[in-house]
């Protein structure tokens, strides 16, 4: 894919589509960044991993991370772009991604988007529901980032701390 993912604007990071290669084990996340898996048992059972897949691919995983999304976003498909709000109080920020990549199997679903200009970081996230043999459910977020502006520099270790904190509020929001 490239650098560009078809639209104008360009990713902040050259490894697209890392995340997705990785969580298939087809290769590691690129080094130079911060690396993140969280996983998560979600639940047994067909309606625990359709209703978690339709909470990610509709952003409601995000939202019930506490992160904004606008009204009207489209679904997580290829060359979607979202604009994540996030922030305390008076304090917000927004982070811009689009999505690269989704997975829709029988057993597995999930996407991968990667950040744009603006963004307080530089990489790339993959969100993935799992339905295993036996029918558990499992929800994990694989990701490479490294700060890309000024204040997530200055954040150093506590901003990854807070990517991992999001990261088990998005597996959290999917078994609500």
Known sequence: MSA???????????????????????????????????????????????????QLFSWDMHRGAGIRIPPGTPLAVPGVEVDLGFGLGPVRASARCRVIEIVDTPDIRGFTYGTLPGHPASGEETFVVERTVDGRVRGTVLAFSRPARWYTKLAGPVGHLLQQQIARRYLAALTA
């Open 4 to 54: 560009s993912g078809g639209s104008g604007r360009e990713f902040t990071y050259a490894e697209v589509g890392a995340s997705l290669r990785a969580f298939r084990d087809e290769a590691p996340l690129p080094s130079g960044y911060r690396h993140l898996r969280v996983e998560s048992e979600l639940g047994r059972g067909d309606t625990v991993f359709e209703v978690a897949a339709a």
